[in-house]
């Protein structure tokens, strides 16, 4: 089988940064004592952060034992500024690993609250980016996962309201709905740029690849956002698309349309995904030969969590 891989795919500047300081907080534990804990996993890639648990690293999403000799590093996605504050008044050591947009992100809805102004933001509820930047906007914000749910709440016209994305949402999505509340207003709503572009061009890279591909496969985190929205963007492309952590959790419908499909099959990958998960996918890919059976994929270990597979 042919596989043309986005040149986009693998770590964005944000996950990579998170994980250098990681592995510097890491290897300066040995010599300092104490523990290094992160609070929740420092980026969406289970593959890869059960390696630094194996090696030593505490993963805790509330750690309620915190040591003076702790080092808490912060995650890519950010915390809650109550969470943060409360870090900082126990005295604990911190290392913040916070992504630079998510911080921008932060910055520019604190400042547009700070004017008066109500947030609208596209993203998803539960996502820990979303809570930290919710923890930015007050108490009336309001979060919508699509247009669908934004048209569902009601909205204010005497209320100074403005727009905002979770770093790794959808530009065309938010777009349209920035359009769609202004037509509800009947004035426009300011709306902040807080879309990393990167996801922007991953997003855009996987369109233009389904234009000459017959199915793709994304690779990444099932719990990884902007891994899933790469999956969806292929789908809504209307071509067969399937998200894989590693070869194991292609399931032998997934090789039997991918075979039906044809060659070649395109192949992408979440900022959070490392280069050598995306060559084994890459690999196992290739040695399928589409006018026989395909190879079996390996039997997977035990895992939590549930895969994603996006069809039209």
Do not use: W
């Not at 596989?3 to 795919?9: F, I, L, P, Q």
């Not at 590093?73 to 870090?87: F, K, N, S, Y």
């Not at 290739?286 to 059976?293: G, L």
């Amino acid at each position: 089988m042919r596989v043309m891989r986005a040149e986009s795919a693998g770590f964005c500047l944000g996950v990579s940064l998170a994980l250098q300081r990681l592995e510097r907080e890491q290897a300066l534990s040995g010599e300092r004592g104490g523990r290094l804990i992160t609070l929740g996993p420092v980026i969406h890639n289970p593959l890869l952060m059960s390696h630094y648990t194996q090696s030593g690293v505490i993963c805790d999403d509330a750690p309620h034992d915190l040591r003076p000799e702790d080092r808490v590093l912060i995650r890519a996605h950010g915390i809650p500024r109550d969470v943060e504050a409360a870090l900082k008044e126990s005295g604990v050591s911190i290392a913040d690993a916070t992504c630079p947009k998510v911080k921008k992100a932060r910055s520019a809805i604190g400042k547009a609250h700070a004017a008066g102004g109500v947030l609208l933001l596209l993203g998803e509820r539960d996502h820990p980016e979303v809570r930290g930047l919710l923890s930015y906007a007050g108490p009336s914000a309001q979060v919508f996962a699509d247009l669908e749910e934004l048209r569902s709440q009601p909205l204010d016209p005497e209320t100074d309201y403005f727009l905002a994305a979770q770093t790794t949402q959808s530009r065309a999505i938010f777009n349209l709905a920035v359009d769609d509340t202004a037509r509800r207003l009947r004035r426009e709503v300011p709306a902040l740029d807080t879309i990393c572009d990167a996801t922007s061009a991953r997003q855009q890279e996987v369109s233009e690849l389904c234009a000459t591909v017959a199915s793709m496969v994304v690779v990444g985190g099932f719990n990884s956002g902007n891994t899933k929205r790469l999956a969806e963007t292929a789908a809504e492309a209307g071509v067969f698309a399937v998200h894989v952590e590693r070869p194991s959790d292609f399931s032998q419908e997934d090789l039997r349309r991918i075979r039906s499909a044809g060659s070649p099959v395109g192949l992408s990958a979440g900022a959070s995904t490392p280069v050598e998960q995306i060559d084994a996918v890459q690999n196992f890919l290739e040695q399928m030969d589409i006018t026989r059976n395909f190879p079996e994929a390996p039997a997977p270990p035990a895992r939590e969590g549930k895969k994603t597979v996006c069809k039209r």
